[in-house]
């Protein structure tokens, strides 16, 4: 149910990109929203090293993988990796998250 709200709320966001498949740098931005709503507190988020690549041509798939910082149930800032496979919808003009690994 969060996926699907979440992809709602961000079709707004891609309405305006020429490719019907998007770019990495929009993928990575949507990756990033999807990881913080696993998070316990997602507006201390910090995310570094943040890289996409297109996995289909046809499929607008695309898996993002980088790293993250954010505080955790005590407080302290901890530090964190994630995976999230990514997939470009044309029709709605949306981002779904395929699978989502986050450590």
């Given at each position: 149910?969060?996926?699907?709200?979440?992809?709602?709320a961000l079709v707004a966001l891609t309405a305006c990109e020429s490719d019907p498949c998007g770019s990495t740098g929009m993928a990575e931005i949507m990756a990033q929203k999807f990881v913080k709503q696993e998070l316990r507190d997602?507006?201390?988020?910090?995310?570094?090293?943040?890289?996409?690549?297109r996995d289909g041509k046809d499929a607008c798939i695309y898996v993002v993988k980088g790293s993250f910082?954010?505080?955790?149930g005590f407080g302290g800032m901890t530090g964190g990796v994630f995976i999230v496979e990514m997939q470009k919808i044309r029709d709605e003009n949306s981002w779904r998250a395929v699978d989502l690994i986050v450590q």
């Open positions: 149910m969060r996926i699907y709200l979440a992809t709602l997602p507006d201390s988020a910090k995310f570094t090293q943040t890289v996409a690549t910082s954010a505080a955790n």
